[in-house]
């Protein structure tokens, strides 16, 4: 298994240095996670297994040495280096009595830092060497026989020999799919979800006493696990949706499993196909549990809704909220009858979208007004993934619709509603897709129309409001000048010192130095 490193850092750009210019396979690190302040941190050590902390000291959120004692009490094994700019003795004495391997001053050049991880390194290796192999030959067994050699018997007599099987016992598989949204998807970091599967799965079974044979990554967002039955096939089932939720509460996102029936090692292949087939045509419900004795292969005809009369109801009120709860009963009584399936909610969502473009037709307004197409696209790709997706999709396109309806869309009036919300949340979000969410329209549209009335783009805008009210800050309170940087919305210190330099031709403690001055 891959030796993991967390590099802990407010500052991005020193983060994204030490990723790029570290030599990280050579000293044997496979591994690479990051994080930006202490709270990212203590989720992904909480989660992940990670070996290494290289972790700045002073950050606005929390201290490194924080962490480290945050570590320590929690008794995780981890090997840790500090990086900081400023030679105290103090940091340095806690550091030692907090166990940290090594303390370096900033700047440091990459090959002194790849000469600390180097020693850290081999004390690890030497570890895992007293510690065996076992676990790992494991998974390459199951690996092979499951996902690469098409369940070869020659693989498999080698997997009864040195014991990593038996032709009589009884083995199960579980696939387990992953729904991330947009953003966590952008992220995609794959190395984080494995580590987090294979260790709540691992940990979760051996508290009940059971034994897990593998946990194999077949592709981006699924997962198969192999493990030995224990107990009866009801049992299993409860322990199955005890462990989705306990993943669910993990990686903060829906999970989906496939359970099939035990069988012997040498009937996996066909339990497994099965499961696969199931994935293709079956559509997970509100529990996210599906099961392979249960599955019925039997053809699904498609019952088409009342669309048009839907539709007349729209475009004679403005009770949209009904029509929407109309399509959602007539999806559920679709479900409780058994008469939903991929391909019959694909049919679903393509009719469902007839709909609304001839309801926005009659309207005289284009979609691309209303809907952003990144954003329309990803829930219309993941509607037929599972029922709660599907619901999700319609509840989007209908909360879209009414609140258009009943927003004032004249172009003044929509900048000024945004001018606003800018200024009432400035310690917020105030991304595009946010400020077009508080409006019910697109992002390129509401873009648009801000720059034809005011002249200057969104950022901008946003931009020149943060510094406004930093500068008041800075002038009439007492806070911090890192607290005035969270105040308005900038949690990277170094880029609020800039971004305000760059505005006002001065640093924030220069600034409020002269103002001082003057009142004085």
Known sequence: MDISILIVDDDKLVVEKLVEGVNWKQLGIGIVLTAYNIRQAKEILEEARVDILLSDIEMPQGSGLELLEWVRNKEIPVECIFLSSYAYFAYAQKAINLKSREYMLKPVSNRELEEALGSIVEILQKKREEQGEGEDKKSAFWERYLLQENYSQSLLEKGYKEGICSPEGKYFLEIIRIFPDSDTKKKKNLVLYHFIIQNVAAEFMEDRHQKLMAVLRESDYEWVLVAEEKGSQEERKMDSCQLKECLEKALHMRVCFYMGVSSSVEELGKSRRNLEQMEQEAVPGNNGMLFEEEWDKKDIAYVSPPWEIWEKEMSASDMIADTQEKILHFLEELWNSNQVTISTLEQFRRELMQMIYR???????????????????????????????????????FEKLAGFQHQDNRQESVVEQIKHYINDHLKEDLSRKTLAGSVYLSEDYVSKIFMNVTGISIPSYVASCRMQKAQEYLKYSTFSVSKVALEVGYSNFSYFSKTFRDYTGCTPNEYRNRVTKKQG
């Open 359 to 397: 309801y926005l037709n009659k309207q005289d307004v284009l979609i691309t007004r209303i809907f952003d197409g990144r954003e329309f696209d990803e829930h219309y790709e993941s509607a037929v993934a599972t029922l709660p997706d599907m619901e999700i999709f319609i509840r989007y396109i």
